[in-house]
């Protein structure tokens, strides 16, 4: 029997070795799996429906959403990993545990619910130590979301008051129009894998971003906060949702988010009530001793970290 099976409906696919570009939905699916088997439990991730019954299982966690799986497992328990927005006073399919990626996404729910924050892998923490021996350009500032999320009006910001280069990546689900970039001052580096991505961030200055679209939690973001990078962060348009707490420099390490949901999955079984509960984290990894968060601006601006 196993003790988890991680289901996604959607069929999400990560390259073997985070080693081409891909979503960030995708690659905390995948790592989830990685390491909740380093933790010592049997874990099975289903991408869309198995063709065979894998019968009796733990803990079924429906990534996103909630399909019938009666014809191919049967759960003792089941609980849902939410990533998206669920809009307003969502109810979960049969009154569901949902964990959120944030405090933000929780409140929309009147369901019970947790946080657990998406973890940062290892590559992101080796990215740290990289950076460290290489060094950063203090002139170099970084775009890494998705196009459609912000990018027009972050080129339009960088034109009115640029500050040295600004270089642009995205995530894996699109990308600019041929020489959008260039034309306000840019450089379009491609879309690069999650490794490439993080290793790229450690060795600029700072995040420059101005989103457009809300997220319920902005894993670059993360990264970049992880990294000790300078945040120059604005919502155009909207209140910072999830975007506020994924600034914040937390452990976000494999060890700290698994451990979190191992919490979450011992309550399951042992059949506790779950009300809606504050997220668990605290203070960075020992290398990020010394960093400070600096005032922020609107609600979500910079947030101080490597300087001159």
Same mark, same amino acid.
């Given at each position: ?9 959607? /069929? ?11 979503? /960030? ?14 933790? /010592?439990?049997?874990?099975?991730? $289903? ?12 803990? @079924? ?20 990993? $939410? ?19 944030? +405090? ?14 998406? *973890?940062?892998? @290892? &590559? ?32 339009? $910001? ?6 040295? +280069? ?34 790229? *961030?450690?060795?600029?200055?700072? *995040? ?13 973001? $993360? ?14 348009? &909207?209140?910072?949702?999830? @975007? ?20 979450? @999955? ?6 506790s009530t779950i009300t809606s509960g504050r997220a668990w984290s605290k203070? /960075?990894?020992?290398? *990020? ?20």
């Amino acid at each position: 029997m196993y003790d988890v099976v991680l289901y996604d409906c959607d /069929g999400a696919y990560c390259p073997p070795g985070l080693n081409a570009p891909v979503g /960030g939905s995708e690659v905390e699916l995948y790592q989830l799996r990685a390491a909740l088997s380093r933790a /010592g439990l049997s874990v099975l991730l $289903a991408t869309r429906t198995p063709a065979l019954d894998v019968g009796p299982v733990g803990t @079924l966690v429906y990534w996103r959403q909630v399909r019938d799986v009666t014809s191919w497992c049967q759960p003792a328990r089941s609980i849902v990993r $939410a990533t998206d927005d669920p809009g307003d006073e969502t109810v979960q399919a049969d009154g569901l545990l949902t964990v959120c990626v944030s +405090e933000w996404q929780a409140r929309k729910y009147r369901t019970p619910t947790r946080v657990v924050y998406p *973890m940062l892998g @290892l &590559h992101v923490y080796e990215a740290a130590k990289r950076s460290r021996r290489y060094g950063i350009d203090l002139d170099r500032w970084i775009y890494a979301s998705a196009a459609n999320k912000g990018l027009q009006d972050t080129l339009e $910001a960088w034109q009115r008051a640029p500050r040295g +280069e600004l270089v642009v990546t995205t995530t894996g689900y699109d990308e600019p129009r041929p020489g959008q970039c260039e034309a306000y001052g840019a450089r379009w580096v491609g879309k690069v894998s999650p490794i490439e991505m993080a290793f790229l *961030m450690s060795t600029c200055r700072g *995040m420059y971003y101005r989103n457009r679209s809300p997220e319920t939690f902005g894993v670059t973001t $993360a990264i970049a906060a992880a990294l000790g990078l300078e945040l120059d962060i604005e919502c155009v348009g &909207h209140d910072a949702w999830g @975007l506020a707490e994924s600034r914040q420099v937390r452990d976000l390490s494999e060890a700290t988010i698994v451990q979190r949901g191992l919490e979450v @999955l011992k309550c399951c079984l042992k059949g506790s009530t779950i009300t809606s509960g504050r997220a668990w984290s605290k203070c /960075g990894p020992s290398w *990020m001793s010394g960093r400070t968060l600096a005032a922020s601006r609107c609600g979500l601006a910079r947030c101080g970290g490597r300087g001159r």
